[in-house]
């Protein structure tokens, strides 16, 4: 069975960071594309970053220059460092993969960007 694991969410004051993180397990971590989405309240789900098996990264405009995503495969987890962060970055954060013929999600860690 597919799992993941999301930690590291909680409430942060604007301009502070955060790192997330997504343990893996279930599949063979180091041959998978890996993606972190969020969702906010009222809106879509939407594709944060994501890193492939060959380390390969792509951001979503809103968030370039400020978040970075990475992978360690001996741990099989993938992080998001989240810097700078702004209001407009509260959302519940998702892991997710695509294996064995189906999207696996985690359950999600919420962020909340607040004064």
């Known amino acids: 069975q597919v799992r993941l694991v999301e930690s590291g969410g909680g409430l942060v004051q604007p301009g502070g960071s955060l790192r997330l993180s997504c343990v893996a397990s279930g599949i063979n971590f180091k041959l998978y594309t890996m993606n972190w989405y969020r969702q906010s309240p009222g809106k879509q789900r939407e594709l944060v970053a994501n890193i492939t098996s060959e380390h390969n990264r792509n951001y979503v405009d809103s968030v370039k220059d400020r978040f970075t995503i990475s992978r360690d495969n001996v741990r099989t987890t993938m992080y998001l460092h989240m810097n700078n962060l702004t209001p407009d970055d509260t959302a519940v954060y998702y892991c997710?993969?695509?294996?064995?013929?189906?999207?696996?999600w985690g359950r999600g860690t919420q962020v909340t960007v607040s004064s």
């Open positions: 997710n993969t695509y294996a064995r013929g189906y999207q696996v």
